[in-house]
């Protein structure tokens, strides 16, 4: 059993999600806390389009809520993190 992709994230300080996927699977297991309703679910979804878009850096995975419809996107961590990053810094005073 090898992991693929793991990640736990929380969704505009309200919602959860927690993503695994193991490399021998064709699907990974998702669970989430909505941060619109606060529904909570555990599912599996298909590894591929339209769970998956993009590629490399600018990958970002889809998701929707069962209860409301409330769509989770989800970008690469490293890409968050540049945004952070070019973000300008607020001198303190």
Request: net charge positive; hydrophobic share 30%; charged share 40%.
């Given at each position: 059993m090898v992991i693929d992709y793991i990640t736990t994230r929380n969704l505009e300080g309200k919602g959860r999600i927690?993503?695994?996927?193991l490399k021998e699977e064709e699907e990974a297991e998702v669970e989430y806390i909505c941060p619109s309703c606060r529904y909570t679910e555990k599912r599996r979804e298909r590894w591929k389009e339209p769970?998956?878009?993009g590629s490399g850096l600018n990958q970002f995975f889809l998701l929707s809520c069962s209860k409301c419809g409330f769509t989770i996107k989800l970008s690469k961590l490293r890409k968050e993190i540049k945004k952070k990053d070019k973000l300008p810094v607020k001198k303190k005073i």
């Amino acid at each position: 059993m090898v992991i693929d992709y793991i990640t736990t994230r929380n969704l505009e300080g309200k919602g959860r999600i927690r993503i695994i996927k193991l490399k021998e699977e064709e699907e990974a297991e998702v669970e989430y806390i909505c941060p619109s309703c606060r529904y909570t679910e555990k599912r599996r979804e298909r590894w591929k389009e339209p769970f998956v878009n993009g590629s490399g850096l600018n990958q970002f995975f889809l998701l929707s809520c069962s209860k409301c419809g409330f769509t989770i996107k989800l970008s690469k961590l490293r890409k968050e993190i540049k945004k952070k990053d070019k973000l300008p810094v607020k001198k303190k005073i």
